[in-house]
Structures are given as structure tokens and as C-alpha cells.
């Protein structure tokens, strides 16, 4: 492949949910597309696995349907951990439809080749040429391009190409994940610790076969999440292999491109700092990025595209900074007690979590009810109580 040079309307690099979303989109748009991806797929990839409601809607108005349902393992029973002890359990407004991240970002990865994109898995880049706008694989063949979108992760070798580097290692967050055995019997049930490490939540999620054990947060407040994890593994249970990876938690990439070059999913740092919800905001930023690209191509401006995405991303933005702040209260300590209260008792504040991951409420309405609730209650001192977007150490 030496030298050789090919001529794509968009590359897109990354084949997960963002990156095949992307594709299928710019195919949709009657674009040229290379699917670039350094791991041959299936491929793992660490997440707790739930595909939210929000992100079925984006599924079906992205692909045109729902993956197969034998993908998922689907529930609906939750329960709230509290330092690993269980404050309660409870049966959830909406399904719950847990897959294995490999299955799952294969079978996109399959609908964004049968729609045309050309398969380049397997295949690593080496340079990156804005004015040329030519991207160079590691066996020196030349993608040409009209538009490029990054969808290649929280670590983005894009974005430090770029921007200098992919993250502010005072911002970021990392997860620590393995899969352990799951009696095949046993009904499906969704946990979520909310005090399993400082700023950062645990997680027990079924699988078909497996149960995922996870814990992450704020990498500079959590330096090492062995223990944390260690201590959410049922005991007994049979476990694999420990990963681990960056994830960022409320770090929103306020540049989310530059000129023909736009990021999407964990890439440009979409994902919920509470909720951990990614797959939802990957496939609609996305699409939302190669719908961008083809109108820039189209008008003949295509190094326009970054602006334009960054004022269509506005209200994402904003949405996640109201995440970010409502963080402050699930995690600084004047609130513990009220939270903790909240998530044993309190019947809205799961319905609301839920609603969120469905799709059905904002954080910005959210922020106001629960600011008015606490009022109600006498709890408007807390509110004056001056508390950081992030913890001392992670302080921009």
C-alpha cells in the first residue's frame, strides 16, 4: 500500500458508536467515507454496557432500528449502593438494556460498512497533514479528505495532534473494570455505588454470561482504584482479566474542532459527569458531526465545519455544565448526608435519574427542582455554601 493515495469526501477515525454513527449519516448524505480504526473488530472496549433509553432513540433514528435485541440482556431492577452497602432496591420506570461493548460496537461497525463506508480496521496512522488535508496510515497509503471527524477516544491521538495534548490530566477521569462470572439464572439486576471512590461512583452490571464490575472517577483525586474495585467484587465470584482506561468525566472539549476537523463522543469529551452516560452522546455527536461536514462540503467551505459544530454543540455544552454543577452536591461533603438520604428515600431522585438517562428531563430542570425542593425543606443554606466545579487538586 505504499504511496499509494486515496480520495475520501470524510475520513472518520474510530469505528466505535460515535465513528459508525458518522458514517452512516455522511453514506446517507451520499459521501465518500473511509472507517478508519487502529483494532480489528469485534474488539473489547471497557463501559459498564447500559444503553440507555436515550441512546435506543439514537440508535433508531441514526441506523433506522435497534440492534437485535439477542445483543442485550434486558431488566429492570436497580439497586443504590452506598460505600457497598445497599441502601435500597427498587424495580425502574424505564427498561434497562445492558450488552457487551465488543458485540455491540461490532454489530455498528458492520451497519456502517454494509452502508458503504470503506472498512480500513486494523489500521493505524502515522501523519496528520491539515493544509493537505491528508491523513498517512502507518503502511504509507494517503487518505485524502474533504473532512475529517475524530471519534478515537477519551486519549485522542487527533486531539494531541492538534491541541498539544488529548486531556488536562487534572480534569480527566479513569475507570478500572473485569468481568466476573453471572449465575445464567439469576435476574438481571443494575447496581450503582455512589460513594465507591471520592467524585467517581462503582458499578455491577449483567451481561449475557458475565456480570461487569467497574469503579471510576476523578484520576487526581483517585490515584489508585484497585481497592475500591477489589471491594465491589462479589465474593466468590470468579473474575478476569482488571482493565483500565481514561474517561472524561465533565472535561467538555470547548474547541471541538478546527477547521475541517471535528471531534465527536468521548474524542471532544461528551460524556455525563454523573451518569457515566457516553454511548447516547457519541452517536448523536456523530451524526451530528457528519451532518455538519456534508452541509460544509456542500457549500464548498469546508474548513467552515468547525464553527458551525461548535454552535450546534452549544446546548450539549450547556446541559453537561449543569451535570457538572450538580456534581458539586452528589459529592462535596456539606451534602453527603442530604444526598445519601436522597438516594435511599426519596422516590423522585430516582425517577429523575432515570428520566435523564431516558431522555425525557434536562439537568437544567433538574437543578432548578432540586434547588426549589431544598429550599422547601430548609436546606437553602447549603445552596450558599461556595463549593468548586472540582475538587482542590483537579482546580483549573
Known amino acids: 500500500m505504499s504511496g499509494q493515495r486515496r480520495e475520501f469526501d470524510l475520513v472518520v477515525v474510530g469505528a466505535g458508536p460515535a465513528g459508525a454513527a458518522a458514517a452512516v449519516t455522511a453514506r446517507r448524505a451520499g459521501l465518500s467515507v473511509a472507517l478508519v480504526d487502529k483494532a480489528r473488530f469485534p474488539r473489547d472496549k471497557l463501559c459498564g454496557g447500559l444503553v440507555s433509553g436515550r441512546g435506543l432513540k439514537a440508535l433508531e433514528a441514526i441506523f433506522g432500528a435497534r440492534p437485535a435485541r439477542e445483543l442485550f440482556l434486558v431488566g429492570q431492577e436497580a439497586a443504590w449502593l452506598w460505600a457497598c452497602e445497599e441502601l435500597v432496591r427498587f424495580r425502574t420506570p424505564h427498561e434497562l438494556w445492558f450488552t457487551r461493548r465488543c458485540d455491540f460496537d461490532h454489530a455498528l461497525q458492520r451497519q456502517a460498512l454494509a452502508a458503504g463506508a470503506e472498512d480500513y480496521a486494523g489500521r493505524r496512522w502515522k501523519a496528520l497533514d491539515r493544509e493537505a488535508s491528508t491523513l498517512t496510515l502507518a503502511d504509507g497509503e494517503v487518505l485524502a479528505f474533504g473532512g475529517l471527524i475524530a471519534a478515537d477516544g477519551a486519549t485522542s491521538p487527533l486531539a494531541a495532534e492538534l491541541f498539544g495534548r488529548a486531556f488536562d490530566p487534572r480534569k480527566i477521569g479513569f475507570t478500572l473494570e473485569v468481568e466476573c462470572a453471572r449465575d445464567a439464572e439469576a435476574a438481571p439486576l443494575m447496581e450503582v455505588d455512589f460513594r465507591a471512590v471520592p467524585w467517581g461512583y462503582g458499578w455491577r452490571f449483567p451481561k449475557r454470561g458475565s456480570l461487569t464490575v467497574g469503579v471510576g ?136 435519574f432515570f428520566d435523564l438517562l431516558e431522555g425525557n428531563t434536562t439537568y437544567r430542570a433538574l437543578e432548578r427542582q432540586i434547588s426549589e425542593r431544598m429550599m422547601r425543606q430548609g436546606l437553602g443554606g447549603l445552596l450558599k455554601r461556595k463549593i468548586p466545579f472540582w475538587p482542590s487538586r483537579s482546580k483549573g
Request: net charge positive.
Open 217 to 352: 472517577g476523578l484520576h487526581s483525586e483517585n490515584p489508585d482504584l484497585r481497592g475500591a474495585l477489589a471491594a465491589l467484587v462479589p465474593e466468590g465470584a470468579e473474575a478476569g482479566r482488571v482493565k483500565g482506561a481514561f474517561l472524561p468525566l465533565g472535561e467538555l472539549r470547548k474547541e471541538p474542532g478546527r477547521g475541517n476537523i471535528l471531534f465527536a463522543g468521548d474524542a471532544a469529551g461528551l460524556v455525563d459527569p454523573l451518569t457515566g452516560e457516553g454511548i447516547a452522546h457519541a452517536l448523536e455527536s456523530g451524526a451530528l458531526a457528519a451532518e455538519v461536514q456534508a452541509a460544509a462540503l456542500a457549500e464548498g467551505r469546508p474548513r467552515a465545519a468547525a464553527r458551525t459544530y461548535r454552535q450546534k454543540l452549544r446546548a450539549t455544552h450547556g446541559e453537561l455544565t449543569h451535570a457538572i454543577r450538580l456534581r458539586r452536591i452528589a459529592y462535596a461533603r456539606p451534602f453527603e448526608a442530604v444526598f445519601r438520604d436522597k438516594m435511599q428515600h426519596s422516590q423522585w431522585a430516582r425517577e429523575a
